[in-house]
């Protein structure tokens, strides 16, 4: 039978190569985008998107040194161009905060991130997510990008094309803002 | 307690209920507007960084990357415009691409939703090559792949047999197969291509439907892989 494994395409294919090199951001794009979006459907269709587009371009994929963010940016500015400059205006921000299902509450981690944190946490992020929705969009971006996601600073002026300056002097405010939604006490 | 001893107690200790319980934290908390400052960023950071988000749907990475690479290729053989293989080198003729999906959670995950069937048509006594493409969300270094013919169809090059299994390693990602199948006349055919790793088994099937040849391609042309 060793004749089928010739079935097998040999060498290493265009596709290939595609793959290995988006597989490891694709749930970071999808993370990103549903922060931005609010929407795990739309998160989906946005990543597809940009990923579709990408499928063409694998010889320039091939020569960007730092991917993750550069692909953060691109995904960025087709939010940017899909969602906010279509609506013609500021995009409703929802408050709705995402709680696990009962399949992911029963995985072990779920449980253990339960009995970590059993008080309060539900209702602060409920109110931090109101207070991200009156926040304007430039300080939403970083806040997101920055606190939420975890991009360093330098990322996040090069994503959202900004300098540094202006990213920290927009979490400050942005954080100061935020601030007031918590509940009362300081832990 | 000093500002120095306060803040790196605030760092370390991630349990509210714990910190809240710190007499000595507390009452220089009390008494420091700097350091109450420094432990409400600190609370602000801890909760926004773990906001959640719900996961994509089940295979969302590989499916997309797969959809996306075909959706960016040249229409070649698409159901639109399935005759225009004339100018196109036989060997990279794409008759079908069939996507599953194994390995992942645990044994016996539910099928990936998938058309029960994918049909193609070709030509009676054609041989073509379909192209069956594997997602796995593993890497399956033992997999086994069983392909099943029933009486109207052939592998080329494997006369008379309608079963072959062998095993393969599997990479995470897309795996490419190209079957060449060999519609034995002008009926029907299906085959059933299942793979299996350890106690997960998946499987997908293939009709192949006979063509009127009336496209100006040759009846009986047999195309090499
Ligand atoms: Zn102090």
């Not at chain 1, 587009?53 to 991917?67: H, P």
């Not at chain 2, 052939?154 to 095993?167: C, F, M, N, V």
Request: net charge negative; hydrophobic share 40%.
């Amino acid at each position: 039978m060793s004749g089928i494994v010739d079935f097998f395409r040999r060498g290493k294919r265009q596709q290939d190569v595609f793959t290995e090199l988006l597989r490891p951001h694709v749930e970071l794009m999808y993370r990103m985008a549903y922060r931005w979006t609010q929407s795990s459907s739309d998160a989906e269709d946005l990543v597809q998107d940009i990923l579709t587009r990408l499928a063409t371009r694998v010889d320039e994929l091939q020569r960007v040194d730092m991917l993750r963010p550069w692909l953060i940016k691109i995904l960025y500015n087709r939010y940017v161009d899909l969602y906010r400059r279509q609506r013609n205006g500021p995009v409703a921000y929802e408050h709705e905060v995402w709680t696990p299902d009962e399949d992911a509450l029963s995985s072990p981690v779920a449980r253990a991130q339960d009995q970590r944190d059993p008080l309060g946490q539900m209702e602060d992020q409920r109110a931090l997510l109101k207070g991200l929705a009156q926040l304007d969009e430039g300080q939403r971006d970083v806040v997101l990008l920055h606190d939420v996601e975890g991009y360093t600073a330098l990322e996040v002026a090069d994503i959202l094309e900004l300098n540094v300056g202006t990213v920290k002097s927009r979490l400050h405010r942005a954080r100061a803002h935020l601030k007031k939604f918590l509940m009362a006490g300081t832990f | 307690m000093n500002c120095v001893d306060a803040k790196s107690r605030l760092d370390t200790a991630s349990d509210p209920q714990a910190l809240a319980a710190d007499q000595a934290l507390v009452a220089h908390l009390r008494d420091c507007a700097n350091c109450r400052d420094y432990a409400e960023e600190l609370r602000l950071t801890r909760l926004l960084r773990a906001l959640p988000a719900p996961p994509p749907s089940e295979g969302f990475a590989d499916r997309a990357l797969a959809q996306a690479w075909d959706a960016a290729q040249p229409r070649t053989e698409r159901s639109s415009a399935p005759y225009a293989w004339g100018g196109l080198a036989a060997s990279v003729l794409l008759a079908a691409v069939l996507f599953t999906q194994i390995g992942g959670d645990g044994p016996l995950a539910p099928e990936a939703p998938l058309p029960d069937i994918q049909v193609v048509q070709m030509a009676p006594n054609e041989v073509r090559p379909v192209n069956v493409r594997l997602v796995s969300k593993e890497a399956l270094p033992e997999a086994t792949i069983t392909i099943r013919l029933d009486r109207n169809l052939a592998l080329d090059g494997y006369p008379d047999t309608d079963t072959l299994s062998w095993q393969t390693a599997l990479a995470a990602g897309t795996n490419e197969l190209a079957l060449p199948l060999h519609l034995l006349g002008d009926e029907r055919g299906e085959v059933t291509i299942e793979i299996q790793s350890g106690s997960s088994r998946r499987h997908m099937k293939l009709a192949v439907e006979p063509r009127e040849n009336n496209l100006g391609i040759e009846s009986g042309s047999s195309i090499a892989l």
